[in-house]
């Protein structure tokens, strides 16, 4: 269990240095939010929400697929309290930011999903 939390750790961490560098490296124009503070929010998110479902698989490994939606919901909700300010209320965002607050979710949604794949698939084989 701890081996996997510091591998995914480990990966999360360098999807965060990769992908944030590599972004912020081809945006020009100033963003009417930090993008760097997108990239952490996910980055931290998807530690959590990998680190509950580990948890909740432990203990009841068939609720963790319904724990994970639920975080999921969980995790949607926070981002929207926190970046109401600087992104929902603001109605002339540009493509380039629209695109800038898509492109972290997906990218850390995608690793969650491939961490979480590999986490169930390895409690189906233990039982």
């Not at 209320?89 to 493509?95: A, F």
Request: proline share 2%.
């Amino acid at each position: 269990m701890i081996k996997r939390i510091l591998v995914f750790t480990l990966s999360i961490f360098l999807l965060f240095a990769i992908s944030y560098t590599s972004h912020s490296y081809f945006i020009t124009e100033p963003m009417a939010f930090e993008l760097w503070h997108v990239y952490l929010y996910h980055a931290c998110a998807a530690l959590i929400v990998y680190i509950c479902v580990e948890g909740v698989a432990s203990i009841l490994p068939n609720q963790a697929g319904y724990a994970y939606l639920a975080l999921m919901l969980l995790k949607i909700g926070i981002f929207v309290f926190v970046f109401k300010n600087s992104v929902l209320e603001n109605d002339t965002l540009t493509r380039v930011e629209r695109i800038a607050l898509v492109v972290p979710l997906f990218l850390f949604l995608i690793a969650e999903a491939i961490g979480l794949a590999k986490l169930l698939n390895n409690q189906k084989l233990a039982d």
